[in-house]
């Protein structure tokens, strides 16, 4: 069996820059790379509603968001199969059956889990959907065989989860499930990128995105309200990197032959952090540098955006394909779950002769 990557978001809103140096732009790479066998990206609506049940417009709605932030940032449907997760039903089943091979002290002990609790102040009011959302998330996983997994290292916890149901399963009923990998992100300043505010996560509801769907004039004005050194009062003031969002941002984004193009007073990024660092470098010149090394990145994505909003009956066709496809990779998989589970009763000839015989001889 080849190669195979399974990885998502959830439609909770408009993709930001975070989502892209932290696994958009991973996954095209990915994608053109021709190591992959097949490509399986999910847009996880069934997840994002076990904490927005009371908002399923909210989710609708974002579909079509997510949708085009994929495609106008380079993911190729005749490459990777997008799809909707809520269409696809053996994914639910699948859950179902895996909850038999977790216990709620396990999910309790999740790092990830825990973490996302205090983040939404759930306490002790947690919807359930959202407290076993591990396990459906390795039913994600599972169902089509992923063997690679993309993500940040705050998902880590998750893979494992995965990893441990797959070898439950695995020893229980015997061999059918796949054990992923996790796939991280190979910049590390790409693993968290922080909000503009210097956050340490952007956040739609905190107004800290540059989403990639911004003008450039939104852009720009984000950029050069971004949060730097307190302390960096006067440009002779020596100036603090280590916390500074806009350097952050640059490790993420900028390249020596930016440089050239956009500040020739310096040939790399680690000349410019030595000048900020002794004094001398204004915060001003430094956002002018981002803002055009952004502009440079988001330009094509934004143009590629509003040619694609021409025609959105043709993105849900593209969403209908895909789905279509991974429900029937999602098929496979749970048929051969179920007939290791001893629960075919209706294809298991065997059974039925076998049953036949004990009652009529």
């Given at each position: 069996m080849?190669?195979?990557?399974?990885?998502?978001d959830?439609?909770?809103?408009?993709?930001?820059v975070?989502?892209?140096?932290?696994?958009?732009?991973?996954?095209?790479?990915?994608?053109?790379?021709?190591?992959?066998?097949?490509?399986?990206?999910?847009?996880?609506d069934a997840?994002?509603?076990?904490?927005?049940?009371d908002?399923?417009?909210?989710?609708?709605?974002?579909?079509?968001?997510?949708?085009?932030?994929?495609?106008?940032?380079?993911l190729?449907?005749?490459?990777?199969?997008?799809?909707i997760?809520?269409?696809?039903?053996?994914?639910?089943?699948?859950s179902?059956?895996?909850?038999?091979?977790?216990?709620?002290?396990?999910?309790?002990?999740?790092?990830t889990?825990?973490?996302?609790?205090?983040?939404?102040?759930?306490?002790?009011?947690?919807?359930?959907g959202?407290?076993?959302?591990?396990?459906?998330?390795?039913?994600?996983?599972?169902?089509?065989?992923?063997?690679?997994?993309?993500?940040?290292?705050?998902?880590?916890?998750?893979?494992?989860?995965?990893?441990?149901?797959?070898?439950?399963?695995?020893?229980?009923?015997?061999?059918a499930?796949?054990?992923?990998?996790?796939?991280?992100?190979?910049?590390?300043?790409?693993?968290?990128?922080?909000?503009?505010?210097?956050?340490?996560?952007?956040?739609?509801?905190?107004?800290?995105?540059?989403?990639?769907?911004?003008?450039?004039?939104?852009?720009?004005?984000?950029?050069?309200?971004?949060?730097?050194?307190?302390?960096?009062?006067?440009?002779?003031?020596?100036?603090?990197?280590?916390?500074?969002?806009?350097?952050?941002?640059?490790?993420?984004?900028?390249?020596?032959?930016?440089?050239e193009?956009?500040?020739p007073?310096?040939?790399?990024?680690?000349?410019?952090?030595?000048?900020?660092?002794?004094?001398?470098?204004?915060?001003?010149?430094?956002?002018?540098?981002?803002?055009?090394?952004?502009?440079?990145?988001?330009?094509?994505?934004?143009?590629?955006?509003k040619?694609?909003?021409?025609?959105?009956?043709?993105?849900?066709?593209?969403?209908?394909?895909?789905?279509?496809?991974?429900?029937?990779?999602?098929?496979?998989?749970?048929?051969?779950?179920?007939?290791?589970?001893?629960?075919n009763?209706?294809?298991?000839?065997?059974?039925?002769?076998?049953?036949?015989?004990?009652?009529?001889n």
């Open positions: 080849g190669k195979i990557i399974l990885t998502g959830r439609p909770t809103g408009r993709l930001h975070g989502h892209y140096v932290g696994s958009l732009k991973r996954r095209v790479e990915l994608q053109n790379s021709g190591e992959f066998e097949k490509i399986f990206i999910m847009i996880a997840q994002a509603l076990t904490d927005n049940a908002n399923p417009e909210k989710v609708r709605q974002n579909i079509i968001e997510v949708a085009l932030d994929y495609l106008s940032c380079g190729d449907p005749s490459k990777s199969n997008i799809l997760q809520s269409q696809i039903s053996e994914l639910c089943e699948l179902f059956y895996y909850m038999n091979l977790v216990t709620v002290s396990r999910l309790q002990r999740n790092p889990v825990k973490s996302e609790i205090q983040m939404r102040n759930f306490e002790a009011s947690i919807p359930v959202f407290f076993t959302y591990p396990i459906s998330q390795a039913a994600d996983i599972t169902a089509f065989k992923a063997t690679t997994v993309p993500v940040g290292d705050d998902q880590l916890p998750m893979i494992e989860q995965t990893r441990e149901i797959v070898r439950k399963f695995n020893t229980v009923y015997g061999e499930l796949v054990e992923p990998e996790a796939l991280l992100p190979d910049n590390k300043a790409c693993m968290r990128l922080p909000g503009t505010d210097g956050k340490a996560k952007m956040s739609k509801s905190l107004g800290n995105c540059i989403y990639l769907s911004d003008s450039a004039d939104d852009v720009k004005k984000k950029v050069m309200s971004m949060y730097t050194d307190p302390n960096h009062i006067q440009v002779s003031d020596p100036g603090q990197i280590e916390g500074n969002s806009v350097f952050t941002y640059l490790d993420a984004f900028c390249k020596d032959e930016h440089f193009r956009y500040c007073d310096y040939s790399c990024l680690q000349e410019m952090k030595d000048h900020y660092s002794r004094g001398g470098l204004g915060d001003v010149k430094v956002k002018k540098f981002l803002n055009n090394v952004m502009q440079e990145e988001l330009e094509p994505i934004r143009n590629r955006r040619e694609l909003e021409k025609d959105i009956p043709a993105i849900y066709e593209i969403l209908k394909k895909g789905t279509e496809t991974a429900r029937e990779e999602a098929a496979k998989t749970l048929a051969e779950v179920k007939q290791n589970m001893k629960i009763y209706f294809d298991d000839v065997d059974l039925i002769n076998e049953q036949s015989r004990k009652y009529n």
